[in-house]
């Protein structure tokens, strides 16, 4: 998890991040971090120089260009939580980051299917959505009467995905959200589509 703390609370969850993810690239440019990342369970960690990062960044143009699109995507997420704790109703924020911790981890290859171990507290839920723990519990609730989500423990099974996207208002790209359980995920949040253009707007 990504914090910071906020004047009120001991932290609010800005992000969440899973294998292989790179949690803190804007730290190669800024020499001050402003949040702190905390993990959820055991964790192997790797390393690297500011100065070996810029050196591969200066001599592999194509790497540098992909960690810039990581950090943009990384911006737009952030944009997306503000938005969840900000706009959103609490059940709506709910299954948003559900669909979005089930999009993340099986777009890297950790579940099949739609279900996932999801080790997260109902106080970390709490966090990240801005929420109490009691009504944590009610939306998780609330979710599974619906028929939208099964849980066993930390194990989530979105058992009506397509429908739990849309209670999240998780966005889709044209295509829609239908996939066979074989395959990867049809939808596309707003953050993982790819440009239609390769200008920028100063370059148009």
Not at 161 to 187: I, Y
């Amino acid at each position: 998890m990504d914090q910071v703390a906020d004047g009120i609370g001991p932290f609010t969850a800005l992000l969440a991040l899973v294998a292989g993810d790179l949690p803190d690239l804007h730290s190669l440019h800024l020499s001050v971090i402003d949040c702190t990342f905390s993990t959820l369970i055991p964790t192997r960690l790797g390393f690297m120089r500011h100065d070996a990062l810029r050196a591969i960044c200066e001599q592999h143009p194509r790497i540098a260009t992909a960690f810039w699109r990581s950090t943009l995507i990384d911006a737009a997420i952030y944009r997306e939580w503000v938005t969840n704790v900000g706009r959103r109703e609490a059940f709506t924020r709910m299954a948003h980051i559900l669909c979005e911790l089930i999009y993340r981890l099986r777009s890297v290859g950790r579940i099949k299917d739609h279900i996932a171990d999801i080790p997260i507290t109902q106080a970390a839920l709490g966090d990240a959505l801005g929420l109490s723990t009691v009504h944590v519990n009610r939306m998780l609730q609330e979710l599974r009467r619906k028929g939208l989500i099964a849980t066993s423990g930390p194990t989530v099974h979105a058992l009506d995905w397509p429908n739990l996207v849309r209670a999240g208002d998780f966005e889709c790209d044209a295509k829609g959200c239908r996939h066979s359980p074989a395959s990867p995920p049809a939808h596309r949040p707003s953050w993982a589509r790819k440009s239609k253009t390769s200008a920028s707007p100063s370059s148009r």
